[in-house]
């Protein structure tokens, strides 16, 4: 059983629809991660909260808006998306400093656009 | 630059044999060392993490590795594969200074001949 839950499983957009990918984890970790992948790739890092607070930016598109509401949620707020942004979206989380390094990662959202 | 390779692409192995996936790094300072497995649909789950201490790790579900820092490698390895061990495998080092900011290798599909 995964400690992070990421909501929905699968998703199918349109470029012109806004939606939103939802994680939460009751860990107690304080800092939370969006990452990227494509099929066949590792993943790729998009955004670090660390103690509710926006660290990390990792030159994402505007079309993509993180949102962490507390310390246990984590959304993804997505509009006007490409083609070329389907991918699995990973959620993970961690302990902060030195050596919490993402653990414990969600199974994914599966995003198709149109 | 930092950097981690995985000369594999694509190992299969016969149930029952055993494994070594091979993990190089290119790092600066003193890296924290990852493997992590990916199972199809699924989100990774980490194996096993080196910080310090024992260079050999053992990991969860019968895997180990070493870390060589002469050679900076930190291979992978398991006595006797399941079939259930087929999956993707990562390696990925990690700063000691800075949350999230893992860089991982482009990862090693296993797969497991019955």
């Known amino acids: 059983d995964t400690e992070v839950t990421q909501t929905p499983k699968h998703l199918v957009m349109g470029m012109t629809n806004k939606k939103s990918l939802k994680c939460e984890q009751h860990?107690?970790?304080?800092?939370m991660y969006w990452y990227k992948q494509k099929a066949k790739k590792p993943p790729e890092l998009m955004f670090v909260y660390s103690y509710e607070k926006l660290s990390i930016n990792e030159s994402v598109p505007s079309r993509f808006s993180p949102e962490c509401p507390n310390s246990s949620l984590l959304n993804l707020h997505l509009h006007a998306l490409q083609p070329e942004d389907s991918a699995l979206y990973l959620c993970?989380?961690?302990?902060?400093?030195?050596?919490?390094?993402?653990?414990?990662f969600g199974d994914g959202t599966r995003l198709s656009i149109l | 630059a930092q950097s981690v390779t995985q000369p594999d692409i694509h190992i299969t192995v016969s149930e029952g044999a055993s494994l070594e996936l091979r993990c190089n790094y290119s790092?600066?300072?003193?890296?924290?060392l990852f493997w992590y497995v990916q199972s199809p649909g699924q989100g990774l789950q980490l194996l096993l993490k080196y910080f310090s201490g024992d260079t050999l790790v053992q990991g969860i579900k019968g895997f180990e590795a070493e870390f060589k820092r002469s050679q900076s490698s930190f291979n992978l390895r398991k006595p006797s594969v399941h079939w259930s061990d087929a999956a993707e495998y990562f390696c990925?080092?990690?700063?000691?200074?800075?949350?999230?900011?893992?860089?991982f290798g482009q990862g090693t599909t296993l797969q497991v001949k019955p």
């Open positions: 860990m107690g970790h304080r800092a």
């Open positions: 990925a080092v990690g700063p000691s200074s800075n949350t999230g900011k893992l860089i």
């Open positions: 790092y600066g300072a003193t890296p924290y």
């Open positions: 993970a989380s961690s302990g902060v400093g030195a050596g919490n390094q993402p653990q414990h």
